[in-house]
């Protein structure tokens, strides 16, 4: 008698869980349509007003990590204060962080929690070993799939006037410019529905290169964002992968990050990052 009591109750669990299921609003993905024939300034404006607006940003991450013969994958968070900060946070196993990664418009610190060590740097510092792009307004760009210029810290529709404008093909516009003061190249392929399908930036004196992907374009909060994320790194002697896989997307909700050091931690430098992280 309690054993069938127990397979009924666990049936009616199944069933529960299956109903459940079926009332989820599927997520669904939008697919780019062709372009329409616009001026420069009409472009820009749409893509301008097509991006996500927010004052936080936080989602869970599945992280995957290539170069050379090394790779890794991992859970992790990602948690943005619009213009102010950026925090991400590694945890490949139980949830447990082994890596968290602190930029704002100033610096970069990088806690190795397993090594029990930090790295903190000015972001001019880091930008003059790495220049592709390393600094904070571009970053957020990047990672919230938005137009930006080089150095600039706000957008405006006026800013339409940097850019050259030509559609490439049916189903993208290409919009690029070049900052005169570092000699970057940046270039945004813009999509039928007036979003970023790939960002590039590149250092041709260097040849440094960066390649930022957007894809699965899903609709969250009236708006378009990219779940999935490809981010390819080229130096003259290095080529490295990043995969980012968002889930959980949560906006406008009010938190704060914390950048303490721990006393114990020894001090790392910058170019201890890439062993940090391949350590991981």
């Known amino acids: 008698m309690i054993r ?20 989820k609003t599927k997520r669904e993905i939008v697919s780019a349509a062709d372009v329409e024939s616009k001026v420069a300034e009409e472009l820009f404006v749409d893509v301008v007003d097509k991006q996500l607006d927010f004052s936080t ?3 869970k991450l599945n992280l995957s990590l290539s170069s050379g013969t ?7 968070s990602l948690k943005i204060i619009k213009d102010k900060a950026i925090q991400l946070s590694i945890q490949p196993l139980f949830g447990v962080e082994m890596l968290r990664l602190y930029i704002d418009k100033d610096s970069l610190i990088i806690l190795d929690r397993m090594n029990k060590r930090y790295v903190k740097e000015a972001i001019a510092d880091v930008k003059r070993e790495y220049p592709v792009g390393f600094d904070f ?18 957008i405006s529709y006026s800013d339409f006037k940097n850019f050259s404008t030509k559609q490439l093909s049916e189903k993208y516009y290409i919009i690029e410019s070049v900052d005169k003061k570092s000699g970057i190249e940046y270039s945004f392929s813009i999509d039928g529905n007036d979003h970023i399908a790939i960002t590039q930036m590149s250092e041709p004196r260097r040849q440094y290169q960066l390649n930022w992907g957007y894809d699965e374009f899903i609709k969250d909060n009236s708006k378009l ?12 002697k290095r080529k490295s992968n990043v995969g980012l896989e968002f889930s959980g997307i949560t906006l406008d909700e009010v938190f704060s990050l914390d950048v303490s050091i721990p006393n114990s931690y020894a001090r790392a430098y910058i170019s201890d990052i890439i062993k940090i992280i391949t350590s991981i």
């Open 137 to 154: 307004t571009t970053i957020q760009s990047l990672l919230t799939n938005r137009v930006f210029i080089s150095g600039n810290p706000q």
């Open 4 to 23: 069938k009591k127990y397979i009924f109750f666990i049936a009616i669990m199944l069933i529960s869980l299956g109903i459940m299921q079926s009332c």
């Open 70 to 76: 090394r790779s890794l994958s991992s859970r992790s």
């Open 225 to 236: 964002f990219p779940h999935k994320m490809s981010i390819d790194f080229v130096t003259p």
């Open 57 to 59: 940003f936080s989602s």
